[in-house]
């Protein structure tokens, strides 16, 4: 079954805009999350992680929202740049599964001029 | 270049062919996972090594599907028999072993595998 979800599987926005990507979680017991930007013919790249006693972390452009009690996180990035165009895949972990990731679908984020 | 490496980075076969693919994760890291990535899908688990030490596999791995990491490096994984359904990209990933299980992965540019 399907514990990590993305639910929007395209999100276009205008360069200098914020993009807001969404992921939905059904396990209870994830308590460390992540965020991968995929290229097309190259792996997934780290972007950004949260662990499940915080519920926000910032890195630059990007911050990661974590709620709880909702069981849903959030990557907002600000200003979005035309080299954010990717796929952004949401992953979460359960620190006692040697750090075996479950992965949502993916977004497809298209930043335009 | 120190990243993750995977070779080939694609391969074309027929049903009923064997396949294996190799992963070199970096150097100074002691765990490895194989995941497989199908088309408008994220990544799957498919199994993790600790050093040489095959600690964890999923269900999605048949009895056709067969990893090693011999010496604690490199990995293959093999496929044989394989089958259409086995078209995927399968992705090799590696961590070091830290406090926690949750140190970032690490993934390689993948095997894009066709069958025929």
């Not at chain 1, 792996?43 to 910032?58: C, V």
Request: charged residues 20%; aromatic residues 12%.
């Amino acid at each position: 079954d399907q514990q990590v979800k993305q639910n929007s599987p395209s999100l276009s926005v205008q360069e200098g805009r914020i993009s807001i990507l969404n992921c939905d979680y059904t396990n209870s017991m994830f308590d460390y999350f992540l965020w991968y930007k995929k290229y097309p013919a190259e792996g997934p790249t780290f972007l950004i992680s949260i662990s499940s006693i915080k519920d926000k972390n910032e890195d630059g452009r990007f911050t990661v929202f974590l709620n709880k009690s909702a069981k849903h996180l959030s990557l907002h990035i600000v200003p979005s740049q035309p080299g954010d165009s990717a796929v952004y895949f949401c992953a979460a972990s359960l620190t006692d599964s040697w750090g075996k990731l479950q992965f949502g679908a993916g977004t497809q984020v298209v930043v335009t001029p | 270049d120190t990243g993750v490496s995977q070779d080939p980075r694609h391969k074309i076969t027929k049903r009923g062919q064997n396949v294996t693919f190799r992963c070199d994760p970096i150097s100074e890291h002691n765990r490895l996972y194989w995941y497989r990535q199908t088309l408008g899908q994220g990544p799957e688990f498919l199994t993790y090594f600790q050093n040489e030490a095959q600690l964890e596999k999923s269900r999605l791995l048949s009895d056709r599907f067969s990893a090693e990491r011999p010496k604690g490096s490199f990995s293959t994984l093999e496929i044989q028999r394989t089958e259409q359904g086995d078209s995927a990209m399968y992705l090799c990933a590696s961590t070091s072993q830290g406090l926690i299980a949750t140190d970032t992965q690490y993934f390689g540019p993948g095997t894009r595998l066709t069958v025929l």
